[in-house]
């Protein structure tokens, strides 16, 4: 079946870092993929998406570009703000927007000091 | 813009009780999805529907779980004779119906269950 897997935290970077968290996936077909958000206290919320390979999802200074080859969706900011402190999940779908179940990855834990 | 609502937030009950979770979707969303997720791990999906219909259920969601959305419109997760394993954050999703880019899920804020 679909599997996500994702670089396990937590992570913690002072303020400006680059960031980069390791998505890679495992599907029939061909899935959309996402990353979700989760601030504390929080629900999930939809950071960004990409729905064909080679497509670049991006939203808040982050990005993601799927890559078929290697099946991988790593997520990428090239400076990060305290504000950015939350757990983010990678996730994938079976149908091109999304509507169908998600299977989400663990999670990974950002910690952003200033 | 109301997004997705579930109530209650919180829900502390005793093993065997039974629970009940309503989950309303944005309103012009005809999928609704259930998931769980237990602390440290991503959620994990249950169900879903489309309209009244419930489409899929996972393995994890056994019989003493059952969900509905009778009207097509809120839903109903309920879990019967519950036990500690079951203490998780319950979420629900809404979306579009496929078809196109914009059926993204969104998801409520979720129902934090704790059995004692």
Not at chain 2, 94 to 109: E, K, L, R, V
Request: hydrophobic share 25%; proline share 5%.
């Amino acid at each position: 079946g679909n599997s996500v897997t994702q670089m396990e935290g937590p992570v913690t970077l002072s303020e400006e870092a680059f960031l980069t968290i390791n998505c890679t996936y495992t599907a029939t077909g061909y899935p959309s993929l996402f990353w979700y958000v989760q601030y504390p206290g929080e629900g999930l919320q939809l950071l960004l998406k990409a729905t064909k390979a080679d497509d670049k999802g991006s939203n808040k200074g982050f990005e993601a570009t799927y890559r078929k080859e290697t099946t991988s969706f790593h997520l990428e900011k090239g400076s990060v703000q305290v504000s950015d402190s939350a757990v983010y999940f990678c996730a994938l779908s079976g149908t091109q927007g999304g509507s169908e179940k998600l299977v989400f990855g663990k999670g990974t834990k950002l910690t952003v000091n200033p | 813009d109301t997004g997705v609502s579930q109530n209650p937030r919180h829900k502390i009950t005793k093993r065997g009780q039974n629970v009940t979770f309503r989950c309303d979707p944005i309103s012009e969303h005809n999928r609704l999805y259930w998931y769980r997720q237990t602390l440290g791990q991503g959620p994990e999906f249950l169900t879903y529907f489309q309209n009244e219909a419930q489409l899929e259920k996972s393995r994890l969601l056994s019989d003493r779980f059952s969900a509905e959305r009778p009207k097509g419109s809120f839903s109903t997760l309920e879990i019967q004779r519950t036990e500690q394993g079951d203490s998780a954050m319950y979420l629900c999703a809404s979306s579009h119906p496929p078809g196109g880019s914009t059926d993204t899920q969104y998801f409520g804020p979720g129902t934090r269950l704790t059995v004692l």
